[in-house]
């Protein structure tokens, strides 16, 4: 019966539980990953994650904090210098916990727990936050609306669509312009027939 038992002792005394939390927690910010049990993941988690968001806060209060914690010079300027950085816009969540099965001595689940920031893989391929829009329902004036409109179809029309105006408006001046060509080569054409048919009527009248 689990009468206030209220967290995982893992089997440990207090002082024993406190040392293996204590060194699980300097390996993973050292290494930014660690092989153990789930059970051992999970009460990790929950040591090692408030050192995390206090890290945030890089002051001398805050390293002394952490440092009764960690017992480990090194892992504590790693935290403040390195990590911090890293999870400076992360609201929590800090680590992740893969698991890969079961050992074959004992058959305990094992897992993977480490770091989400430092995996970069899983980064990779996180795409990009869009940007999210608010429509309003408040209408204003109908030819501001209709402005807004025009523009806004204005700005969403993609360079391939300018560039076949453009195209086809090159391809309509070509066809005009042509099509003038014809038109005074007719006139021309049309002038020396009359004048043709003139100096013919005055060779008749001479005769």
């Not at 816009?89 to 430092?118: H, Q, S, W």
Request: proline share 2%; net charge negative; charged share 35%.
């Amino acid at each position: 019966m689990r009468h206030g038992k209220r967290f995982n002792h893992l089997g440990r005394t207090t002082p024993h539980r406190k040392a293996m939390l204590s060194n699980m927690a300097s390996s993973l910010i050292l290494t930014k990953r660690i092989t153990t049990t789930v059970a051992k993941a999970k009460a990790l988690r929950q040591y090692v994650e408030p050192l995390l968001t206090k890290a945030k806060n890089d002051t001398t209060h805050s390293r002394r904090t952490v440092f009764s914690y960690l017992n480990n010079k090194e892992s504590v300027k790693t935290l403040f210098d390195e990590v911090a950085n890293r999870i400076a816009d992360r609201p929590g969540g800090y680590t992740r916990i893969f698991k890969t099965g079961n050992r074959l001595g004992d058959n305990a689940d094992m897992c993977i727990i480490e770091l989400v920031d430092y995996n970069e893989l899983l980064l990779g391929d996180a795409k990009p936050a869009k940007a999210k829009t608010r429509r309003s329902r408040r209408g204003g004036k109908k030819g501001q609306n209709k402005e807004a409109v025009v523009e806004a179809s204005a700005e969403e029309i993609p360079a391939a669509e300018v560039v076949e105006d453009v195209v086809a408006e090159a391809e309509i001046e070509e066809v005009e312009t042509v099509a003038e060509a014809e038109e005074t080569t007719e006139e021309e054409t049309s002038t020396e027939e009359q004048d043709d048919s003139k100096e013919e009527k005055e060779d008749d009248t001479e005769k």
